[in-house]
C-alpha cells in the first residue's frame, strides 16, 4: 500500500467526523457521543486528522482539555492526593485515537504523534485513558507513558514530558488492586 498521507490539524467543523469514526469503531450509542464531542473539551487545534492521496480521511487523534475526574470519579476518593498534584501540572489528553484498518502497524499513527511533539513540550505530560479491552496498552508504554490508576472500565496513564511530571510518574504508579486485574 502506498504510504501518501498527509497530516492536518482538525478544527470544530471535524466533530461529525470524529462522531463517526467513533461510533463506527467502538460501538457506542452516537447521541452519547455527540455529547462527548460538544461538553469534553475537545482542542482541536491540538488534534490531528491524515488524509490519504483524495484527501479521504484515514487517522484521527482527538486530543482534549478535559480533566482526569471528568473520566474517572472514582480517583476523587480514592487518591485524592495524587490527584491533586496531577491536576497541579498542565496536561492534555488523548480522548481517542482511530487509525482506519489498512494503515494500523505502518508508520502512520507514529506520524500523527510525532507532529504534534513539539507543541507538547508546552505541557507537563499527555493524560491518556485506555479502556481495559483495547489493545493499545502496551503501544502506549512503548512510548513511555505510566499507569497512575485504574478503575472499572479503565486504565489510566501519564505519558510526562516535564521533569515535574517525571518526578510524579514513579510515585503515581502502583500495582493495581486485585479486584480490577
Not at 487517522?59 to 495524587?82: C, F, H, K, W
Not at 501540572?89 to 488523548?94: E, G, H
Not at 500523527?112 to 507538547?120: T, V
Not at 505530560?125 to 478503575?151: C, N, S
Request: glycine share 4%; net charge negative; with cysteine.
Amino acid at each position: 500500500m502506498p504510504m501518501n498521507y498527509s497530516l492536518q490539524r482538525m478544527t470544530s467543523a471535524d466533530a461529525s467526523l470524529t462522531v463517526q469514526w467513533m461510533v463506527r469503531q467502538y460501538g457506542f450509542d452516537p447521541a452519547e457521543v455527540e455529547e462527548w464531542v460538544a461538553h469534553l473539551h475537545f482542542n482541536w487545534p491540538m488534534s490531528v486528522k491524515a488524509v490519504d492521496g483524495e484527501g479521504v480521511p484515514i487517522g484521527l487523534l482527538n486530543m482534549s482539555d478535559y480533566r482526569i475526574e471528568e473520566e474517572t470519579q472514582l480517583i476523587v476518593a480514592e487518591r485524592p492526593q495524587l490527584l491533586a498534584r496531577l491536576n497541579g501540572l498542565k496536561y492534555i489528553a488523548v480522548f481517542s485515537f482511530i487509525v482506519a484498518e489498512p494503515y494500523r502497524g505502518t508508520r502512520l499513527n507514529y506520524d500523527m504523534i510525532q507532529s504534534l511533539m513539539p507543541d507538547l513540550q508546552g505541557y507537563d505530560f499527555v493524560f491518556i485513558p485506555v479502556m481495559h479491552h483495547l489493545k493499545t496498552h502496551r503501544y502506549w508504554q512503548r512510548w513511555g507513558a505510566v499507569e497512575f490508576y485504574r478503575d472499572p472500565m479503565s486504565v489510566y496513564y501519564m505519558l510526562p514530558i516535564s521533569s515535574a511530571a517525571k518526578a510524579i510518574a514513579p510515585a503515581a504508579s502502583r500495582p493495581a488492586p486485585h479486584h480490577l486485574c
